[in-house]
């Protein structure tokens, strides 16, 4: 939410069809903990045109928020 990108995050997961995009909904969800390496996380920094480095400063940043 701080990095802005919730509203992209969440068209992104709607974007998913089928039961792929329920299940990858119910993760992000219902997930404690968001993980760098989860593969719902790289695909969500990939549909959002995000480069490990990006993704990787994210999470540096969000590290330092607590």
Known sequence: ILAGLDDAVEAALA???G???KLARAE???SNMVERNRPLVKQ???ALGMTDAQL???F???AGLS
């Open 28 to 30: 992000w969800e219902q």
């Open 60 to 62: 540096i940043t969000a």
């Open 15 to 17: 974007a998913i069809p």
């Open 19 to 21: 039961t792929a995009g």
């Open 44 to 46: 969500m920094a990939q």
């Open 56 to 58: 990787d400063q994210l």
